[in-house]
Structures are given as C-alpha cells and as structure tokens.
C-alpha cells in the first residue's frame, strides 16, 4: 500500500504534517478530511525518501507508553474512543507517531476495533500490546487492561532504566581505563624508551616486559586496532546467528554475580508479563508464549517455550512443565504450583515478579557498590604496574651508586 507524506491545516491556525498509507491519493485525502484536517500538499512517498522520512521522527517506547495512559484514562473518564484518539493526537508532538494514531482512529471510524487497527502497525504495537487490547475489547474491560499495560510497560521501563544506570558507570570506567594503558603504552612511553640505551646492567624483568608491549603497540598499533576491529564484526556477527546468542546466553547464567543479574531481570518482566496476561483472561498456552518473547536471554526463553510445548498444549499444568526444566529457578516453578492449586495464578505470578524484583535490587546494589571500585582499583593497579616498572631501573641505579 502506498505511504504518503501530507501537510494539513487544523484548525484556523495549526499546521500539522506526517504519514499516511491509504490505496490512492484520493482515498487519503478522504482519510485525512475524515479526521478533521484539511490537506494541502501530499506526497507518495518512496524508497529512500521514504526511510529518510520515517527516520526523521523515530516512535520511543515512552511515546507508546504516554499514549497507552492517556488512551486509558480519557476512557475511563467516558470519552468515546475516536474523540480519545483524536485528543491524544493533537497532544502528540512526535510527527510520525502521530500519523500513525491519525492511521488508527481512521481505520476505528471505518468501523475496525482498536485491536484490528492497532495490529497493522507491528512496529510499535508489538503482539503482546494487541493480545492485551484484544482481550480488554472481549471483556468490556479496556480501560482497565490499557491501564495495567501502561503501567507494566512503566514498571519495564523503570527496570530498563536501573539497570542501564548500573552498568553505564562502571563501562565508562573501563572504557576510559583501557584507552588510558593504550595511549601511554603506544605514544608515550615510547618517547622515554632512549633513557634506558645506556645502561651497562640488565634491566629488571618488569621494564623489559612493559618496553616490549610498549614496541609492539607503538609500531604496530593501526594493524592491531585493525585486528580488534575485525574481531568485533565477527562477534557481532556470530551474535545475532541463534546459535552464537544462545551459547552466549548459556555461557552468561553460569557466570557468578552478573548471571544472576541477568537472570532475575528477566524472571521479572516474565513473571509480570505473564501475570497481566492470565489476569486479562487470556489462554495459558497464548499468555506462555507472549511472556516467553518478553525473555532476553535466548537460554531462559527456550526453556519455557519448551515447557509450553511438551506440557501445557498436551494437557498438564505450567508447573510441571517448569520442572522439566533446570533454567527456570525452583522458586517459580514452586510459587506456579501453589497458584495453579489455589486458582489464583495471577497473584502468584506477582509475587514472583516482587521477590525477584527485590532480588535484583540486591544485585543492583551489589553492583553500584562492588564493581565500581573493584574496575578503579583495577586500573589504577595496571597504570601503577606501568609507573613502577618504568622507575625501577632508576631504583636501582641509585643502590648501585651508593
């Protein structure tokens, strides 16, 4: 279908422009006149222009967020949905979202339901987001199902953003510390290396070490930063191959401190994600493989599609399905259990998504407060060894003079 760029008066003094996909050049005029707007220049858009276009006004998973709140909010109030979506348009500053809401409240008023309306657009509303709105729409729950959407995507957003915050400090001190030994093992020690041409003793085993990684790097550094490069693209490249991610993943659940890390953050966006679903009456074998896609680690999200599919689909419950498999922690399989036996597996689901949450903040902790100084005293331990190594020949001199 084609996309077409358009520039619209609303209103007797507000212009508005985005993107519109509609069959003909007529038919999105008649689209755009239907939601109150009044175009005067449309453009098909194609091809490279139209990647330019669409990367000029990127949607943010914040953006969805506000909306899914908004939407929900203005409904409970008793607003009827197209003037709801009408109203969160004209709020809505991000050009591209907002010709993709004015997308959605056409295909509403030609008498789609939200969930129809907001599926042809995959890239913003994801499956799950759909499944929820289609389960509200069912239900005649759907303020209340945008409402806990919005703040399970809220509740995401605030864990991305903790664990994000953990990490960033400490890789800029180890980005910053490996660049340091770079630079003054490649242009500065090498200017110094002719204090030490004259000496008559052997230079300690220390020195001799550091002058020759020094050597190396001054002369070779463009080929090793070559090198390092190509390593890199082959690591990416082996990373986003199923089988190189699912080994790193592998490989990361094992690791002591930062698998458990990994691990706990997403136990809780499954856990959370497939408490919202179960709660909104969605099927359980439907609401296993939505949550399973929430996982990151390939390892984790293998292991519970897996247990969807050789217990849940055959008749058994998801506990029993969780104990087939070593990946899942013990804890959830057993809280799965008692909320399978009591009828009341939303609440046990949450329970595990708090638990794990505390958990992770432990390991938040552990981190902002371990890490840091370990990764300072580290590379104060290099650079040190550096310094010392350069000065011990000028040591021992001064005993030889003596």
């Keep these: 279908m084609p996309t077409f760029f358009y520039k619209a008066k609303q209103g007797p003094d507000r212009t508005v422009d985005g993107e519109i996909a509609a069959e003909s050049r007529q038919a999105a005029i008649a689209r755009l006149e239907r939601t109150g707007l009044s175009p005067f220049s449309l453009e098909e858009i194609a091809g490279d222009k139209k ?15 506000v909306f899914t709140r908004q939407l929900a909010g203005l409904l409970r109030a008793g ?8 109203t969160i348009q004209q709020q809505t500053e991000n050009r591209m979202f907002q010709g993709a809401i004015m997308e959605v409240s056409a295909a509403v008023r030609d008498g789609r339901t ?11 509303f994801p499956e799950l987001y759909v499944s929820m709105v289609r389960a509200g729409e069912s239900a005649g729950m759907l303020d209340e199902i945008l409402m806990r959407l919005a703040e399970a995507r809220e509740s995401d957003d605030e864990l991305q953003s903790r664990v994000i915050g953990a990490i960033a400090y400490p890789a800029l001190v180890l980005s ?9 093992l490649t242009f500065f020690l090498p200017r110094i290396m002719h204090l030490f041409d004259g000496m008559s003793q052997e230079l300690p085993i220390p020195t001799r070490l550091v002058l020759f990684v020094s050597g190396v790097f001054s002369r070779y550094w463009p080929v090793l930063l070559i ?4 390593l890199m693209l ?27 890390f990994a691990r706990d953050t997403d136990v809780v966006r499954f856990a959370r994600t497939l408490s919202l679903l179960v709660k909104a009456g969605i099927s359980v074998d439907r609401a296993l493989a939505l949550a399973a896609n929430t996982l990151a680690n390939r390892r984790l999200r293998a292991a519970v599609q897996a247990a969807a599919a050789e217990t849940v689909r055959q008749g058994a419950t998801i506990a ?3 104990k087939r498999r070593p990946e899942i922690p013990e804890f959830v399989t057993n809280m799965v259990a008692v909320g399978e036996e009591s009828g009341h597996l939303d609440e046990a689901l949450s329970e595990v998504a708090s638990f794990y949450q505390r958990e992770l903040d432990r390991d938040l902790r552990l981190v902002t407060t371990l890490l840091e100084p370990l990764l300072i005293l580290l590379v104060g331990a290099v650079v040190g060894f550096i310094i010392f190594a350069m000065l011990l020949p000028i040591f021992q001199i001064g005993q030889t003079v003596r």
């Excluded at 090198?227 to 190509?230: H, S």
């Design 51 to 65: 990647e330019k276009v669409r990367s000029r006004g990127r949607v943010r998973g914040r953006d969805i967020t």
């Design 227 to 230: 090198v390092a490069g190509l």
């Design 320 to 322: 029993d399905g969780f």
């Design 114 to 124: 939200l969930s129809e309306s907001l599926s042809r657009h995959p890239r913003l």
């Design 176 to 184: 910053v510390g490996i660049l340091s030994v770079f630079v003054i």
């Design 79 to 86: 607003v009827p949905i197209l003037r709801a979506l009408s």
């Design 234 to 260: 082959l690591a990416r490249r082996q990373l986003k191959s199923e089988e190189g991610r699912l080994a790193l993943d592998t490989s990361l659940l094992k690791l002591p401190v930062i698998g458990n």
